[in-house]
């Protein structure tokens, strides 16, 4: 079997061992490359293991891939319906990256409270130093005891990231599109929960539903003093909308590990904002889930081989 692993440098700098794919067949090792030039390295495959590259109707009518794998649980790069059609299956990798996205939605949670950096670079940039003092108020800290944390989509994500705050003393609401249970959460309908958080944390998936679901008018629900936390997908956000909320004061802040457009454009509305926070889509990366991930892609593989493919997302 012939296997093309694609956007490699997106999920290894050389820390994570891929070589574990290599004995499902032979093996090519692709960087992020342009459309016509993953027409042209699929030629021949079988497989294929992407990450950020976009398989779609066109790619799949000109290749003969029989499996499409992913170094992720999203899979909206993909145009499953028409791989259904073609019966190809398509394998995502869920829950591998859990605990790294939810450490890094409380470490921003945390820096929109506390403005660390901040206070570091003036440090850095000698502002303790002067006139032996330093604006010592300049950015505003928030305590979180006690503060209201909405999650917006309760799902494994969401439930790690509300057993943290319930620990820091933090109260969770949540709204979630099917009715559940979680010990210490109190459920909401939407509007209240745009209402009624100090911290509104994103969590859902990115559907024809959720797409562009905090707008100016769930924004317009928001207290003056709340902030937006973004570590799912960037289209659940409308960014002009979110972008003009932050220009006006209409919100405090909010920290973004996503964008609609990965890299960010030039001209995203976000770039320049007041008191917005931009990762460049790390939540997942941590050693520990790279590597979970590779072990899991190749459980993937290895359950394709034998006839019984697992985590197919369009069977």
Request: hydrophobic share 40%; glycine share 8%.
């Amino acid at each position: 079997m012939k296997i093309v692993v694609l956007d490699k440098c997106t999920v290894t700098n050389g820390d994570v061992d891929l070589s574990p794919i290599e004995k499902f067949g032979q093996v090519e090792y692709y960087d992020i490359l342009p459309k016509d030039e993953i027409i042209r390295v699929l030629q021949g495959a079988d497989a294929v293991i992407c990450n950020k590259a976009v398989i779609d109707r066109e790619i799949i009518d000109k290749t003969q891939l029989k499996f499409i794998g992913l170094f992720a649980t999203g899979y909206n790069i993909i145009d499953i319906d028409y791989a259904k059609e073609k019966g190809i299956p398509v394998c995502n990798v869920p829950g591998y990256s859990t605990d790294s996205v939810a450490q890094l939605t409380i470490s921003l949670l945390l820096e929109l409270a506390g403005k660390t950096s901040r206070y570091s670079s003036m440090v850095a940039d000698g502002g303790w130093m002067k006139n032996g003092k330093v604006e010592y108020f300049k950015y505003p800290i928030t305590e979180i005891s006690g503060k209201t944390i909405g999650i917006y989509g309760l799902g494994a994500i969401g439930s790690a990231v509300a057993k943290i705050a319930l620990a820091l003393g933090m109260r969770v609401i949540a709204y979630s599109r099917t009715p559940k249970e979680a010990d210490g959460v109190e459920f909401v309908t939407e509007k209240e929960l745009f209402e009624r958080s100090d911290f509104l944390s994103i969590h859902c998936p990115l559907t024809d539903e959720t797409a562009s679901r905090v707008n100016e008018r769930t924004l317009s629900l928001m207290k003056p003093t709340a902030f937006i936390i973004n570590t799912a997908r960037g289209g659940v956000i409308d960014e002009e909308a979110l972008a003009e909320a932050l220009n006006s004061g209409g919100i405090a802040g909010a920290a973004l590990d996503v964008l609609t457009a990965e890299p960010m454009a030039e001209d995203c509305p976000l770039r320049n904002a007041r008191n917005c926070i931009i990762t460049p889509h790390i939540g997942w990366g941590s050693l520990d889930a790279r590597n979970r991930l590779i072990s899991m892609v190749c459980h993937n593989l290895q359950a394709f081989i034998s006839g019984e493919p697992i985590n197919v997302v369009n069977g």
